[in-house]
């Protein structure tokens, strides 16, 4: 099959390519985020329900309707965290599966400079700082491919991961898969910002507390 590359901008064309599909994409996210999402919606959803049975006055084991249902509702949320649990352990591996799950595309246009490991070009355009993975940092880069990400879950290297994932996120991500364009690339990365922003500021907030509080 004939190939044709803009040299100025490093596009392929009329290539069969292999990548991960955006159905992947979003299944292996919901696989990796939804149980983490379902413990925090259980734990809020506790600690509400404890405070209303608290301005009640209403004490979980009694006799009374309000203490029942209560006790029942506990249960339910018990149940479900520990479905969630489970689906942290399976879910991970198989969010890992679907990630690395590509498929062959005709005819599509990517960036020849990219998703090609060491061999690839990194633009200058988008090299620097990223929020989305200093911020999320594991979540990221699973979506991403960047497996050296996962080095957050050991202690004291995580602190430094999460400074080298702001440096280098960008030509990481850049580097493990083939991308549209740079325009493409930039723009992905700016949905991340936000969030990984409002992470960032929490993981810096926790440390400060933790080192004003050791025993706490």
Known sequence: MEQQINLSTGQASGQPTHVVSQRNKKIGLFLCLGPFIGIVLILLSYILLTFVATSMGIETGENDLGGAIISIIQIILSFLGIICVLGIIIGIPLSIIYLNKKEL?????????????????????????????????????????????????IPIVNIVMIIVLGFKGNEWAWRARPWESVERFISSQKKWKPWGIVFFILMILGL???????ES
Not at 111 to 140: C, F, M, Q
Not at 208 to 214: T, V, Y
């Open 208 to 214: 400060i507390s933790s080192i004003l509080n050791p």
């Open 105 to 153: 595309v005709e005819g599509a246009k990517y960036d020849e400079r990219s998703g090609k490991k060491e061999a690839s070009v990194v633009p200058e355009e988008i090299k620097g700082w990223n929020w989305g993975a200093a911020g999320l940092t594991w979540i990221w880069g699973v979506y991403h491919g960047v497996w050296i990400s996962l080095l957050v879950f």
